[in-house]
């Protein structure tokens, strides 16, 4: 090949360049002529049959064609890179970010709460969500005219299949599966036929609790423990208090309210100026439920206690309305990091 070849082959080349329009066109470009199995890399490798006289000149030629080609196909937006050699990166910027993401609240309180009751000696303890009306209602002593076994309370499939509306019954399978002593907590899902509003939603969840044993347990002992998780929980200075209820399952019953952890007590309107937040559900197990899982309620004794993860995550993070656990906004959750 002579030199004025050459200048038309790169005339023409850059007339090529010049006129390619679509970006695929200028990627072919650069593959036809800078790419690893281009004309010009072709060239480079054929030099040693140039006679030794004209490689200079030869060899300057090329490497100004390739030059110029390389800034024509740059011009046009093309990732030109030729040979490996040059690299069309500008390694001072900053590198690519990516947001690291956050637990759901949700998720951090059932996590939070299953690290404190881990300290105490409680494992987690799983259950379906669709139960029968054994698991969720008759072993938890609660009869068929109960309001909470209706139709327009709980999501039945046919006669013998819910949505569990508590995670009471994993207290129940819990011990039809083990003997005593038992100490578990029972995260997950429940479902009422709630409408939802800001308090409300007709999926929410539950952290149960559980605790038998063959030596003597009493209230009091349910109540030390739920003073250590409450202040655990919500910060020192936060404690309980029970008042007197009704669950078909315990007996006494009571409901838990923790102290306010904004006013600590002296009234606020967080806590609707009462200085306490209602949190759980709780009492000493019912003989009945012993009976029907199998147990002596001469031997053993034991508590439970329940309370609401939504419950616990709009006071301790300070959420106004349910839905916002639900509705996946990011503008939200990422401020909960
Ligand atoms: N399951 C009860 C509820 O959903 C809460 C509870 C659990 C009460 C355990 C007592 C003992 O309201």
Redesign the pocket.
Known sequence: MTLAELENMKAESLREIAAAGAAADVEALRVKYVGRNGSIPALIKAMKDVPKDDRPAFGKAVQAWRAEVESALAAKGAGAQSGGKSVDADLTLPGRWRSLGVKHPLTRVIEESAEIFGRLGFTVADGPELENRFNNFTALNTPPHHPSQDRSDTFWFGDDCLLR????PV?IRTMMANKPPIRVICPGR?YRRDTTDATHSANFH?I??LYVDTKPVSLADLKSVLAYFAKAMMGDGVTVRFRPHF?P??EP?VEVDFTCHVCKGKGCNVCKQSGWIEV????MVDPRVFRHVGYDPEQVSGY????GVERIAMIKYGIPDIRWLYENDMRFLSQLG
């Open positions: 509306t508590q995670t009471s207290q429940t539950q149960e609790g669950f399952f315990t019953s759980a559900g709780a009492g439970a206690f329940g309370f």
